[in-house]
T-cell receptor, first 116, second 108 residues
Framework: NAGVTQTPKFRVLKTGQSMTLLCAQDMNHEYMYWYRQDPGMGLRLIHY???????AKGEVPDGYNVSRLKKQNFLLGLESAAPSQTSVYFC???????????????FGDGTRLSIL | DAKTTQPNSMESNEEEPVHLPCNHSTISGTDYIHWYRQLPSQGPEYVIH???SNVNNRMASLAIAEDRKSSTLILHRATLRDAAVYYC?????????FGTGTRLKVLA
């Protein structure tokens, strides 16, 4: 029962470095999401995807890019990391439903990213 | 834009009921109300969701106000394992809007 798997679990970067966070789900879900979680801010949506090959901006998209080349994978990229991007990143997925908001989201356990 | 408001923290004694409130006064008519909980160092876990009617499952109950501007997550008998941060979630312009969460402390 893998569900949603995030790689890596921890990472430390220097300012200006780039990296890609990988999210993989084995539930055949149509929708996938990337969130960041900061103290006192709750979960904020970065980007999301409603299907293979499609992505859209969320609430806080600046400084991030995403790709969904395969249905089961959703990649989050930081081209030039900044200290403000230090956060815990969560990936989630949800199945297709009658209404987008009807379906529960399934979350991974997060990637803890520190930018020095 | 849609917004959810929750108390920062609440306390409960073990084996007593807990009522966790959420205000979502700008919710649209077709948006579902979801609740999730998050244990330390884990991702959020789905608890329950509903649209207009009250809902029950093995984990909790969800009471939705008639005007849908607020909801209450009910844990019927709190256990130490229920200590977590509880988030309510609705939808908005940028899809899902999570509240900042209520940290529930359960006292033995």
């Amino acid at each position: 029962n893998a569900g949603v798997t995030q790689t890596p679990k921890f990472r430390v970067l220097k300012t200006g470095q780039s990296m890609t966070l990988l999210c993989a789900q084995d539930m055949n879900h149509e929708y996938m999401y990337w969130y960041r979680q900061d103290p006192g801010m709750g979960l904020r949506l970065i980007h999301y995807s409603v299907g293979e090959g499609t992505t859209a901006k969320g609430e806080v998209p600046d400084g991030y890019n995403v790709s969904r080349l395969k249905k089961q994978n959703f990649l989050l990229g930081l081209e030039s990391a900044a200290p403000s991007q230090t956060s815990v990143y969560f990936c989630a997925s949800s199945p297709l439903g009658q209404a987008l908001s009807n379906q529960p989201q399934h979350f991974g356990d997060g990637t803890r990213l520190s930018i020095l | 834009d849609a917004k959810t408001t929750q108390p920062n923290s609440m306390e409960s004694n073990e084996e007593e009921p807990v009522h966790l409130p959420c205000n979502h006064s700008t919710i649209s008519g077709t948006d579902y109300i979801h609740w999730y909980r998050q244990l330390p160092s884990q991702g959020p876990e789905y608890v329950i969701h509903g649209l207009t009617s009250n809902v029950n499952n093995r984990m909790a109950s969800l009471a939705i106000a008639e005007d849908r501007k607020s909801s209450t997550l009910i844990l019927h008998r709190a256990t130490l394992r229920d200590a977590a941060v509880y988030y309510c979630r609705t939808s908005g312009t940028y899809k899902y809007i999570f509240g900042t969460g209520t940290r529930l402390k359960v006292l033995a």
